[in-house]
């Protein structure tokens, strides 16, 4: 079966930096999804990618699929508080249901 | 509001009780898919539900049930609570079953005493 794997599994970074997570699948990936969810509330979409070497930003985060559509990272700029949370990664099986990586808990100092 | 609505927000219950979790997809959306999140388990998926029918199945427990009813909303029933149940229950809506445009709830958060 597909599985998914974060890195790093938690980030505690001070405001203003830069950082990346990345995810990486062990098959090819058709759809990729990232999520965002605040400490034990729901999950807010944030984007997808399909092709390869695809690109999507959403205010200061953006993400890329490599050109190999194994492996997904998430950049998020100049880093505030409101970043915090945890980020999970999510592909589409082959059953059409949407699994998840095991996600990565973010904390932004101030 | 993401539009889809769970019930009740909060849970607190004793082991070996039953207890039922609901959820309303949004308008339109006729796919519901239950996943349930606790601290050394991730968020794994349970079960999805797709126009009154079940569709896919993931790790469920056979003490836990879903269906979902003419009005699509969805039910998840879990019996015979043991303390290891105890997380957030998130439901997920979708138009199709494809896995585009998953719309999630706030979840349920499940406590067993």
């Known amino acids: 079966s597909q599985e998914l794997e974060q890195s790093p599994q938690s980030l505690i970074v001070q405001e203003g930096k830069n950082l990346t997570i990345n995810c990486t699948s062990s098959?090819?990936?058709?759809?990729l999804y990232w999520y965002k969810q605040k400490y034990g509330e729901g999950l807010i979409f944030l984007m997808m990618?399909?092709?390869?070497?695809e690109e999507k930003s959403h205010e200061k985060i953006t993400a890329k699929l490599d050109e190999k559509k194994q492996q997904s990272s998430l950049h998020i700029t100049a880093s505030q508080p409101s970043h915090a949370g945890i980020y999970l990664c999510?592909?589409?099986?082959?059953?059409?249901?949407?699994?998840f990586g095991s996600g990565t808990r973010l904390l932004v100092r101030p | 509001d993401s539009g889809v609505t769970q019930t009740p927000k909060h849970l607190i219950t004793a082991t070996g009780q039953r207890v039922t979790l609901r959820c309303s997809p949004r308008?339109?959306?006729?796919?519901v898919y239950w996943y349930q999140q606790s601290l050394d388990q991730g968020l794994q998926f349970l079960i999805q539900?797709?126009?009154?029918?079940?569709?896919a199945k993931g790790n469920i427990l056979e003490r836990f049930s879903a269906q979902q009813f003419p009005d699509l909303h969805s039910e998840l029933n879990l019996s015979s609570l043991e303390l290891g149940d105890s997380a957030l229950y998130f439901c997920?809506?979708?138009?199709?079953?494809?896995?585009?445009?998953?719309?999630f709830g706030s979840g349920t958060r499940l406590t067993v005493v």
């Open positions: 997920a809506s979708s138009v199709g079953g494809g896995g585009y445009g998953y719309t």
């Open positions: 098959k090819t990936l058709y759809g």
């Open positions: 990618l399909q092709k390869g070497g």
């Open positions: 999510g592909e589409v099986d082959s059953s059409y249901k949407l699994i």
């Open positions: 308008s339109g959306d006729l796919s």
């Open positions: 539900y797709y126009n009154g029918e079940e569709r």
